[in-house]
């Protein structure tokens, strides 16, 4: 095979061309726990879960064996009229962990369809009620995928300011971001959830064309895995509910375990109306999303037959795969056997304190946890926050001074993040941050 023909062919995810052309993708061709194998045979720590939802590692057995038997059974049919015996376990085991209130599930393909199936469904319900609510407010900050849907509801400006131009109404809060706080509050200790005043004057402005609000529980993923407070959460749920907004919560990084509950709402006691869950369902063996909604939301969405504008007019071809379900159930089932995510506790506490020796380098800061999620922040000048300069590119040189030894992490803006599988031993642990730190040592 001429290696370079097909890379000239290939457009990456998430990459500008020139680091295309300049660092051609590592051929990978075998994972088990949390390495990744090169084609050449070299290992790699995988620190990122491969976006997040390698939560039990790399060809988990158990999950490889439901796959393989499903795959003689049933590889896919469409859920019109049919479900495959995999979907209705899953439906099941679903209904088992998800919040009593989420009585109603969709499935869909991925973390953004989950996200545009959440959006729609809030702002037919309330066309269904006769509201006039037909406007999305969001958490700035907020990422929640890459249709056109969910990019409308981000505001990260590099993946979605370009598009933004056809959303000119969209309202977004101020960004719970506390290494840089709106509020300009000292600490954490002083916060008072203030960013989200701005929540409370949006709403206060067009509070009664707002259908829902959408947020990530706990954690903007993509901003740089920004750690908020549970107070903000039940801030939004206080506001929203003054204000008969729905609340989408976009579990969609966060749910089954990765944030040390089974889902973010739980840290801050909270029930949302729509939850969207994806990445953590199969723990990467195919990807399925799930979108949970209120026994209230739905029956909205009943009557006659002959009323077509009661149906969800919504789906997607791989819509409950039974494949992509069997690996769902097989995971899952896992992760309840085991008591994750809380009986990995110990590891999770080791990760923490880990990270937290970072703290003593000056050119580390803002550094945040929460379960099997940690990160932090390369900053020029500790003492005012200052940014390293873009032109010195410092977290592309770190990432690929990483890669040179073994080890996988990518940067969020400034941010270096790590999302290990809830089953990684103390050793994998230290072996990744010990890496990070030589890497570390050499670029910085
Ligand atoms: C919070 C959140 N929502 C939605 C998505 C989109 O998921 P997908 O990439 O599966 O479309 C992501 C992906 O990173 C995410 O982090």
Same mark, same amino acid.
């Given at each position: 095979?001429?290696?370079?023909?097909?890379?000239?062919?290939?457009?990456?995810?998430?990459?500008?061309?020139?680091?295309?052309?300049?660092?051609?993708? %590592?051929?990978?061709?075998? =994972?088990?726990?949390?390495?990744?194998? #090169? &084609?050449?045979?070299?290992?790699? +720590?995988? /620190?990122?879960?491969?976006?997040?939802?390698?939560?039990?590692?790399?060809?988990?057995?158990?999950?490889?064996?439901?796959?393989?038997?499903?795959?003689?059974?049933?590889?896919?049919?469409?859920?019109?009229?049919?479900?495959?015996?995999?979907?209705?376990?899953?439906?099941?085991?679903?209904?088992?962990?998800?919040?009593?209130?989420?009585?109603?599930?969709?499935?869909?393909?991925?973390?953004?369809?989950?996200?545009?199936?959440?959006?729609?469904?809030?702002?037919?319900?309330?066309?269904?009620?006769?509201?006039?609510?037909?406007?999305? %407010?969001?958490?700035?900050? =907020?990422?929640?995928?890459?249709?056109? #849907? &969910?990019?409308?509801?981000?505001? +990260?400006? /590099?993946?979605?300011?370009?598009?933004?131009?056809?959303?000119?109404?969209?309202?977004?809060?101020?960004?719970?971001?506390?290494?840089?706080?709106?509020?300009?509050?000292?600490?954490?200790?002083?916060?008072?959830?203030?960013?989200?005043?701005?929540?409370?004057?949006?709403?206060?402005?067009?509070?009664?064309?707002?259908?829902?609000?959408?947020?990530?529980?706990?954690?903007?993923?993509?901003?740089?895995?920004?750690?908020?407070?549970?107070?903000?959460?039940?801030?939004?749920?206080?506001?929203?509910?003054?204000?008969?907004?729905?609340?989408?919560?976009?579990?969609?990084?966060?749910?089954?375990?990765?944030? #040390?509950?089974?889902?973010?709402?739980?840290?801050?006691?909270?029930?949302?109306?729509?939850?969207?869950?994806?990445?953590?369902?199969?723990?990467?063996?195919?990807?399925?999303?799930?979108?949970?909604?209120?026994?209230?939301?739905?029956?909205?969405?009943?009557?006659?037959?002959?009323?077509?504008?009661?149906?969800?007019?919504?789906?997607?071809?791989?819509?409950?795969?039974?494949?992509?379900?069997?690996?769902?159930?097989?995971?899952?089932?896992?992760?309840?056997?085991?008591?994750?995510?809380?009986?990995?506790?110990?590891?999770?506490?080791?990760?923490?304190?880990?990270?937290?020796?970072?703290?003593?380098?000056?050119?580390?800061?803002?550094?945040?946890?929460? #379960?099997?999620?940690?990160?932090?922040?390369?900053?020029?000048?500790?003492?005012?926050?200052?940014?390293?300069?873009?032109?010195?590119?410092?977290?592309?040189?770190?990432?690929?001074?990483?890669?040179?030894?073994?080890?996988?992490?990518?940067?969020?803006?400034?941010?270096?993040?790590?999302?290990?599988?809830?089953?990684?031993?103390?050793?994998?642990?230290?072996?990744?941050?010990?890496?990070?730190?030589?890497?570390?040592?050499?670029?910085?």
């Amino acid at each position: 095979m001429n290696l370079q023909s097909v890379y000239d062919r290939l457009w990456m995810p998430f990459t500008a061309h020139q680091d295309h052309a300049d660092y051609p993708p %590592v051929v990978m061709s075998r =994972g088990a726990g949390i390495y990744l194998y #090169g &084609a050449d045979g070299k290992r790699y +720590i995988d /620190a990122i879960g491969s976006w997040w939802v390698s939560a039990l590692g790399h060809c988990n057995p158990k999950t490889s064996e439901a796959v393989r038997a499903q795959l003689d059974k049933l590889e896919h049919m469409s859920m019109a009229g049919f479900i495959s015996e995999p979907t209705l376990e899953l439906a099941e085991i679903l209904g088992e962990l998800l919040p009593k209130r989420l009585t109603k599930i969709f499935f869909s393909d991925n973390g953004s369809t989950a996200v545009e199936v959440a959006l729609k469904i809030a702002l037919q319900c309330h066309a269904l009620r006769g509201s006039g609510r037909r406007e999305i %407010v969001a958490l700035g900050g =907020g990422y929640h995928g890459d249709t056109l #849907g &969910a990019v409308s509801a981000g505001s +990260i400006p /590099a993946f979605h300011g370009l598009f933004h131009e056809r959303f000119k109404g969209q309202r977004f809060t101020d960004e719970p971001y506390c290494f840089r706080c709106p509020a300009r509050m000292p600490s954490p200790q002083d916060c008072g959830a203030e960013c989200m005043d701005s929540l409370s004057k949006i709403l206060g402005e067009i509070g009664e064309r707002v259908a829902a609000c959408v947020f990530e529980p706990m954690v903007q993923g993509a901003a740089g895995m920004r750690v908020y407070p549970a107070k903000v959460l039940r801030k939004i749920f206080d506001i929203c509910r003054r204000h008969g907004v729905l609340t989408i919560a976009d579990e969609v990084a966060t749910g089954l375990g990765r944030t #040390g509950e089974m889902f973010a709402c739980d840290h801050a006691g909270v029930t949302p109306d729509i939850m969207c869950i994806a990445k953590g369902m199969t723990g990467g063996f195919l990807p399925i999303a799930a979108t949970a909604v209120s026994g209230e939301i739905y029956e909205e969405f009943k009557g006659s037959r002959l009323s077509p504008e009661k149906t969800f007019y919504h789906g997607h071809t791989f819509t409950g795969n039974p494949l992509a379900s069997a690996a769902a159930v097989a995971h899952i089932k896992q992760l309840v056997d085991a008591g994750l995510p809380r009986s990995a506790e110990p590891v999770a506490k080791h990760f923490f304190e880990s990270i937290m020796k970072f703290d003593g380098h000056p050119n580390i800061s803002g550094i945040r946890h929460l #379960g099997f999620i940690g990160a932090f922040e390369l900053v020029k000048d500790k003492l005012t926050k200052k940014k390293f300069p873009a032109e010195e590119r410092m977290p592309f040189r770190i990432t690929q001074k990483a890669l040179e030894k073994g080890l996988i992490i990518r940067p969020l803006g400034d941010t270096i993040y790590f999302t290990p599988p809830f089953n990684a031993t103390v050793e994998e642990i230290d072996m990744m941050f010990g890496l990070t730190r030589d890497v570390i040592g050499v670029v910085l």
